[in-house]
């Protein structure tokens, strides 16, 4: 089981992965061995932010375009607010 650290930090998906990011703004995907005494790591890499805003906006609804990519990879990497009204084309 994850401690409370590890809980607030990565996103459970399912069937033992986890999403977390880091502070550098990577994804670092785990995968833990639910049915493992401590729960081991068994896999896991870390995605560098715009290889992680290309894979959003490439399973988006409409698919990956160089708007979507840079909406993605803003809403990644700022902490401001993000509002669509800066992207019309999105």
């Known amino acids: 089981m994850l401690n409370a650290k590890e809980m607030t930090?990565?996103?459970?998906?399912?069937?033992?992965w986890y999403f977390e990011r880091r502070q550098d703004g990577k994804v670092h995907i785990f995968k833990r061995d639910e049915k493992s005494d401590g729960?081991?790591?068994?896999?896991?890499?870390d995605i560098d932010p715009g290889v992680w805003a290309s894979v959003v906006s490439f399973v988006s609804a409409g698919g990956e375009t160089g708007d979507r990519f840079q909406a993605a990879l803003e809403f990644h990497v700022s902490r401001k607010p993000y509002s669509l009204?800066?992207?019309?084309?999105?």
């Open 85 to 90: 009204a800066y992207h019309p084309n999105v």
């Open 9 to 16: 930090k990565a996103y459970p998906c399912k069937e033992g």
């Open 39 to 45: 729960k081991p790591i068994v896999a896991e890499t």
